[in-house]
């Protein structure tokens, strides 16, 4: 087997796409180090996840269907299930939904942030979601453990 050059046109073609998506990227951890806000917020309204670029914005209590601790590896994920996730991935912007259809096949769930990006335990967010959650979602069926 030979080796690949990568020169001429094809370096500039990987240096076209590396560079801006590398860029957002830098520009984006610069801005939250710079003005830092929370990750996830749970209130009256349901849970608004920013915790990364491509996050889930606001997740009403009556789109949740459940809400799970699951896990790929090592790595732990607070994971929201939409009442109708088809629905959901519908409002999202076309590369995010396509990042949020490999999550479902990943672990189950559309909404899914990593313990690494979160302040508290999983624990303590999905506590917090119960005290909020309307009385028709805080039964046992919102929240689960699965792992």
């Known amino acids: 087997m030979g080796a690949v050059a990568l020169d001429g046109p094809v370096m500039l073609a ?7 998506f590398f860029g957002l990227i830098a520009l984006w951890a610069i801005y939250r180090l710079v003005v830092p806000h929370p990750l996830v917020v749970v209130d009256a309204q349901g849970i608004r996840d920013t915790s990364l670029l491509l996050a889930a914005g606001l997740v009403r209590w009556d789109e949740i269907a459940r809400v ?3 896990g790929v590896g090592r790595q732990r994920f607070l994971c929201v299930v939409p009442a109708d996730p088809e629905a959901f991935l519908r409002r999202q912007a076309p590369f995010k939904r396509r990042l949020m259809r490999a999550n479902i096949g990943l672990v ?3 909404v899914n942030i ?3 990006a979160l302040p508290l335990p999983i624990e303590e967010i999905i506590a917090a979601m119960r005290a909020y959650s309307p009385p028709s979602s805080a039964d046992g069926a919102l929240v689960e453990r699965q792992t």
């Open 114 to 116: 990593a313990q690494v």
């Open 68 to 70: 799970y601790v699951g």
């Open 14 to 20: 990987l240096a076209a796409v590396a560079v801006p």
């Open 108 to 110: 189950g769930a559309p």
